[in-house]
């Protein structure tokens, strides 16, 4: 009798840097990883070859993990025929997905999955309707919605639905911002983001009194969303994607391990969902992903949008908290409250001066002693943002990803066989034939067999169950271990042979969009993509900003964050402060708008201040990222 529970797959989606990094994301409990192509990522810093990413698939596809191949940027016309060609590298490389933002692609008729990139801006059910009609098999969220807004998304359409749950937080909505494109050159649309918005900008109104100054105002804390997951697999989420392809192997390994562990709680408890790939990953360190790097934790707008959310003082990592300096003496200073730090340990300050950092040369008790005392002042809040001892064990670790699998061991006078299945009950079985002796011991004999049986050394299965028929006839060991490989070998064989389920979906042309007109940030650069709205209904198409001579009096960046909202001077529950108010940052400057209705907040370009010297941007941006 067939069970009458229609199961749902969900599946944790890590980000990899390359091929090491996917390993280390594989092994640590990912359902599937997503990984950049030598061009036209969102992360140029995060390229590999089809090579490289071939060896992924074939890593990752033993344990039915899934491969998305990021080519999500937008294209030129002149570039449309390099971007075909290294999307059907890819594809013959073995990826089981393409996630991409420029509409060209999905005209070129490519035999793979395509997500929609969270660069689309997908925002509405509306939107999420049309793309899965489009042929979309996924839609990628924008990371400032709530859970109503998810959950209605969800409902709108029959595309699976994927959420950012952990890292960094783009402040203007994803593919709407120009701000790096205006202020260096650098487009984030194109893979190039210097990331301005974490650069220390100056609040400043109408009569150019500044309000705030020097403070990191656009700098958004890190998502996480590790006590929720339990509400977006009721929503109807179906991938949990963690942020990061240009973070260290630590923090992939941490990170990923924590949320498996988290979303493996909340499938036990749902019988109708299971996890998307097979294999257990039991980490040899306990996962802490406040240990890595983190501005801070925050669930955004998960709940609705609220203030608390920007981290003013610093764009770095400042770790977990451990407490607040209650006083100062010479050279060290005290806790006010008890904390497990040890020399070589990085704190974070935060003071009423700004951030400062050292690391921790003594402790004693709660007095510590850092390496230097410089802007430590009593009340600075104290953080942890590097725990010697725990990236010591990150380090160390030798966490495995084994497939569980049972084994029957047959003899007879005229040979024998091992047959082993997979937790998924594929099968595979070796033998030999030959003469066998009788056992002088048949126990002694099937208890070596039943242990020869379960050796799987640095295979990826771990054999729990042996059943031995026959042991009358004795088998020697090293005829056993020869048996045992080749069956073991046979069954990751059978895993890699079966292919990965697959929405490879065509392209609905009767589908409408949700709009007559397409504004300048919504960016169709080639002719393609222009053919591809104008045939679902599109009538008007404004030349796209990102190819504009001058943004001058453009809205560079929209945002659902709000700077008043986040400094208690939101206009709806009645401000004190009036007037227009602007960003600067040296000769840069942007008169900020705020849409009520929309609860909405958008950055305009205005020309440069005169006399104000350029700053420099921000070059060790990508790594902060």
């Not at 069954?491 to 929405?503: K, V």
């Not at 809205?555 to 709000?562: F, G, H, L, N």
């Not at 440069?608 to 420099?616: C, H, K, N, S, V």
Request: glycine fraction near 8%.
């Amino acid at each position: 009798m067939q069970n009458s529970i229609r199961v749902r797959t969900v599946e944790l989606l890590a980000p990899a840097k390359d091929y090491a990094s996917a390993v280390v994301a594989v092994d640590a409990g990912a359902d599937a990883v997503y990984i950049g192509g030598a061009r036209f990522g969102a992360r140029q810093a995060a390229g590999n070859t089809a090579e490289e990413i071939a060896r992924v698939a074939a890593y990752a596809h033993r344990f039915g993990v899934r491969v998305h191949a990021t080519l999500n940027t937008l294209l030129w016309d002149d570039e449309l025929a390099d971007a075909e060609r290294q999307a059907r590298e890819l594809i013959d490389a073995g990826v089981d997905a393409l996630i991409v933002q420029d509409m060209a692609l999905r005209r070129m008729d490519l035999p793979v999955e395509l997500h929609a990139s969270t660069q689309v801006s997908n925002r509405t059910p509306e939107g999420a309707r049309f793309l899965s009609e489009a042929g979309f098999s996924r839609v990628i969220l924008e990371r400032a919605l709530s859970l109503d807004e998810i959950r209605a998304i969800c409902a709108a359409t029959t595309a699976e639905v994927e959420v950012f749950v952990h890292g960094a937080i783009c402040v203007g909505y994803s593919g709407r911002c120009f701000l790096s494109r205006t202020m260096s050159g650098r487009s984030g649309n194109r893979g190039a983001c210097s990331q301005p918005c974490r650069l220390p900008w100056d609040l400043v109104d109408g009569k150019g009194r500044k309000l705030i100054a020097g403070k990191h105002l656009l700098s958004l804390r890190d998502l996480n969303l590790s006590q929720r997951l339990g509400e977006l697999v009721d929503a109807g989420v179906a991938s949990f994607k963690i942020e990061g392809r240009l973070k260290d192997a630590g923090y992939i390994r941490n990170v990923v391990a924590y949320y498996r562990r988290a979303l493996d709680e909340v499938l036990a408890a749902r019988p109708g969902v299971c996890r998307a790939s097979v294999g257990e990953s039991v980490p040899d360190f306990a996962p802490d992903p406040a240990k890595s790097f983190t501005r801070g934790e925050s669930e955004y707008f998960f709940d609705g949008k609220c203030p608390g959310v920007a981290s003013f003082d610093t764009p770095k990592s400042v770790g977990e908290r451990i407490g607040r300096v209650a006083r100062v003496a010479g050279g060290s200073f005290t806790l006010d409250t008890d904390a497990d730090l040890a020399p070589g340990d990085g704190l974070c300050l935060l003071t009423p001066h700004g951030a400062t950092g050292t690391n921790v040369n003594a402790v004693a008790g709660r007095r510590i002693t850092p390496n230097r005392m410089e802007g430590i002042l009593p009340g600075a809040e104290v953080f942890r943002n590097y725990d010697r001892r725990f990236n010591l064990a990150l380090e160390r670790s030798r966490m495995r990803r084994v497939i569980p699998a049972r084994a029957v061991v047959e003899v007879s006078e005229g040979g024998f066989s091992i047959a082993c299945t997979d937790c998924e009950g594929l099968s595979a079985s070796a033998s030999h034939s030959l003469p066998l002796d009788r056992a002088k011991n048949p126990e002694a004999n099937a208890a070596a067999l039943r242990a020869q049986a379960m050796k799987s050394g640095d295979t990826i299965f771990a054999v729990r169950e042996v059943e031995v028929r026959g042991a009358e006839w004795f088998v020697p060991a090293s005829l056993a271990a020869e048996v045992r490989r080749e069956a073991l070998d046979a069954l990751l064989q059978a895993r890699l042979a079966r292919p990965l389920p697959h929405r490879i979906l065509p392209e609905n042309r009767a589908a409408r969009y949700p709009a007559e007109r397409l504004t300048a940030e919504e960016n169709v650069t080639n002719r393609l993509a222009e053919a591809f709205y104008r045939d679902h209904g599109v009538r008007e198409i404004e030349p796209p900003l990102e190819r504009a001579a001058s943004v001058a009096g453009h809205v560079v960046m929209r945002s659902a964050y709000c700077i008043r909202r986040e400094i208690g001077e939101c206009l709806r529950e009645g401000s004190r402060l009036g007037g227009d108010l602007y960003l600067e940052h040296g000769a840069e400057r942007f008169r900020l708008v705020f849409d009520c209705a929309a609860c909405e907040m958008s950055l305009v370009k205005e020309s440069r201040r005169e006399g104000a010297r350029p700053r420099r941007s921000n070059p060790a941006a990508d790594e902060r990222k």
